[in-house]
């Protein structure tokens, strides 16, 4: 059963750059495709953008110039950038698999909430 | 973008009780959607794919149906268990869009 954690810092200050990563266990990175979602505090999920394991990846048009993301193979990692950020990019991010380019997300992680605040 | 519009919002219910939620895409996504539980601090959980699949490993009292711009899940008779959040996702075209949740409460 394959799992997913976030991991990184749980406040960033206005303006930084947000850096989360996303470690896969149980299974292989190779051959999925990972994603990225994100949920501001009493608001909807929002997509950020997807990476496949070769390093190929898809933005939401909407972050696409703040967004970089970025696969380590050999670790079984995958990691997220947001640049710039501001009090609304306050949100739990979450990391997800995807089986192919088509599929919905098979496997979530729990999630980590990120606090944009100076 | 594919706007998926889901209702109701929030309802509360008892034990036993026939739960049913919908889902409408703004546009045509054939069957390419996908039904998820989410609990506090929880990873979320799928239930349905391709609108109708059931989960592996998912009880049979969650069901899907629906196509097109119409979706609904149903849970058959409530379980304590099920009291959690519900959402839709669409994955017919990127960017990926999800319904805006569905809170079931107990009654």
């Known amino acids: 059963q394959v799992q997913l954690q976030e991991s990184g810092p749980g406040l960033v200050k206005p303006s930084e750059t947000l850096s989360l990563t996303c470690t896969v266990s149980?299974?292989?990175?190779?051959?999925?495709?990972w994603s990225w979602i994100r949920q501001p505090p009493g608001k909807g999920l929002e997509w950020i953008g997807f990476?496949?394991?070769?390093?190929?990846?898809i933005y939401n048009p909407s972050l696409e110039s703040r967004v970089t993301l970025s696969v380590d193979t050999s670790n079984n990692k995958f990691s997220l950038k947001f640049y710039s950020v501001t009090d609304t990019d306050t949100a739990v991010y979450y990391c997800a698999r995807s089986g192919s380019f088509t599929g919905s997300f098979d496997s979530w992680g729990q999630g980590i909430l990120v606090t944009v605040s100076s | 973008d594919i706007q998926m519009t889901q209702s109701p919002s929030s309802l509360s219910a008892s034990v036993g009780d026939r739960v049913t939620i919908t889902c409408r895409a703004s546009q045509g996504i054939t069957n390419d959607l996908g039904w998820y539980q989410q609990k506090p601090g929880k990873a979320p959980k799928r239930l349905i794919y391709a609108a109708s699949s059931l989960q592996s490993g998912v009880p049979s009292r969650f069901s899907g149906s629906g196509s097109g711009t119409e979706f609904t899940l149903t849970i058959s008779s409530l379980q304590p268990e099920d009291f959690a959040t519900y959402f839709c996702l669409q994955h017919n075209s990127y960017p990926r869009t999800f319904g805006g949740g569905t809170k079931v409460e107990i009654k």
């Open positions: 149980g299974g292989s990175i190779t051959n999925y495709y």
């Open positions: 990476i496949y394991y070769s390093g190929n990846t």
